[in-house]
């Protein structure tokens, strides 16, 4: 939370408050302030405070990483079928 909120902000972006086992700050007085939209820039909302979504529209980043998961995982497949661990750790490999 910034310390001196703009007056004039609708929309705010947030980044996850806290990492795991941390704690969540506490409501700021004057919260929802004059805010229409709250943005979050993960997908989970694991580690945002309740009050956040007390208020104005939330929306999530969902599907965002879709694509990059996706060929993770068809490069992991791959990487199984090939033996590329196998083949990397040998000498010449």
Known sequence: MPAEWPRDA???VAAPFRRAG?????QP?????????VQLV???IDFYPDWLFDGPVVTAA???SATALAEFSLA?????????PEILGQPGG
């Open 62 to 64: 969902k599907r965002t």
């Open 10 to 12: 609708d929309v705010f």
């Open 76 to 84: 992991a497949i791959f990487a199984a079928a090939k033996r590329f």
């Open 42 to 44: 993960s997908v989970g």
């Open 29 to 37: 007085p004057g919260w929802p302030f004059n805010l229409r939209w």
């Open 22 to 26: 941390g704690d969540l700050p506490a």
